[in-house]
């Protein structure tokens, strides 16, 4: 039940890695007939990749993830643009591959805009569009938010950016795969996303880069990925994320129907069965795998530590399970309180999720919320007035 942290490697996925990593183990740059072999194998996952996105194969740049894409977008039109203007607007809710990005960029004199979210994470387009400024040179906004599941209003944003003659950047890793992009009719000149998120390896992904797009390269080295990524191409991680893609694209309408009726059993039966429960996130625009609940009354740290002894792999959507005592900053720019965002649980389903597991995953969530319930003070408090 955490398919947003990562995913299981597809059989036939992993059949492409294994033979790229032992038989067929060439460096695509290497001159001779076995590694043009490689080499033209790189090539189709790209254009397959491309084509996913409706973008052409020489403007997908294969990185080492969904975080170094987002670091590469972000920090090298900042870069590039300098001249121009040193203003860059995000969200409040992005991944921190985009926050601590932009943080480092304030850091070294960049101005950014940081967009509150309502209630259920949408940005406000017409806040976007008033915190424009003539310095203003990238628009960056998630597809779809990691937590929560809501899908921003890239087509929208895109057309703003547009309009003001700023480029437009959205880190998609929870989107692409999942559903239909498309880069020319969304006005997106920049793109993250990556491989494990869709049964693919992890370690690799791709930033698509619109031609004509002025950025300064962040990896400096070799002439790799036409001089602007530079070291030896991964080249199982290359072709087993085109193989993955190829498969989610396939398979894309059913998965997301069979997704979105698991996970809205799932909602509909946590929200009737479990007082004091709510949804975080939009009910229509999510990701078809999401759910995300607060529980009042309840730590969500230890709803985990219950969950997990019933073999149930979650995560509480807060960042307390990585040493920190702060809730997750997306639950918070809803506008929750830090006690509330504390009761946070986040379920991300999958393909291979069935209908019995989610009944077995309500069923525990039932008895763990409410043995934690009967040891909480305020709980009491409030069953006693
Ligand atoms: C997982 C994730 C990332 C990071 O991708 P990696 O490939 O793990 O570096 C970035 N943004 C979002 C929205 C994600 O879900």
Not at 35 to 57: F, H, P, Q, S
Request: net charge negative; proline share 3%; with cysteine.
């Amino acid at each position: 039940m955490d398919n947003a942290a990562t995913t299981r490697v597809l059989p036939e996925v992993f059949k492409e890695i294994k033979l790229y990593l032992t038989e067929e183990f060439w460096n695509p740059s290497s001159t001779y007939e076995s590694a043009g072999k490689t080499a033209r194998k790189i090539a189709e996952a790209r254009e397959k990749i491309a084509g996913a996105i409706g973008a052409k194969g020489k403007e997908i740049y294969f990185t080492s993830g969904g975080s170094e894409s987002d670091n590469w977008a972000i920090k090298g039109v900042a870069d590039a643009l300098r001249s121009k203007g040193d203003h860059i607007i995000t969200t409040a809710i992005e991944h921190h591959a985009v926050l601590h990005t932009c943080e480092y960029l304030e850091q070294h004199g960049f101005e950014v805009t940081y967009l509150p979210v309502d209630k259920k994470g949408f940005i406000d387009i017409k806040e976007l569009e008033a915190a424009i400024r003539p310095t203003t040179v990238l628009i960056s906004v998630m597809f779809a938010n990691n937590e929560i599941g809501t899908l921003e209003p890239v087509s929208e944003i895109g057309e703003i950016a547009h309009r003001h003659g700023i480029l437009f950047h959205t880190d998609a890793v929870q989107a692409f795969g999942h559903m239909p992009i498309n880069v020319s009719e969304m006005n997106i000149d920049l793109l993250s996303a990556s491989a494990h998120k869709i049964n693919g390896p992890k370690g690799v992904g791709f930033l698509y880069i619109r031609s004509g797009v002025k950025i300064t390269n962040l990896i400096h080295g070799g002439a790799q990925e036409k001089g602007r990524r530079a070291g030896t191409t991964n080249t199982a991680g290359i072709i087993g994320f085109g193989k993955a893609a190829e498969i989610a694209l396939s398979r894309m309408e059913q998965r997301k129907e069979y997704e979105s009726s698991l996970r809205n059993r799932l909602i509909d039966r946590v929200l009737t069965e479990i007082p004091y429960t709510t949804l975080n996130g939009d009910t229509e625009k999510r990701l078809s795998n999401n759910a995300n609940f607060c529980f009042k009354f309840v730590d969500g740290e230890s709803l985990l530590i219950l969950l997990d002894q019933k073999g149930i792999c979650a995560s509480s959507g807060s960042a307390c399970a990585s040493g920190s005592i702060d809730p997750s900053h997306v639950l918070l720019a809803l506008g929750l309180s830090y006690e509330t965002a504390h009761g946070s649980l986040r379920l991300t389903i999958s393909e291979d999720t069935t209908e019995d597991d989610i009944d077995y995953v309500v069923d525990s969530l039932k008895e763990s919320v409410e043995r934690l319930r009967k040891v909480s003070p305020l709980y009491k408090k409030m069953m006693e007035e």
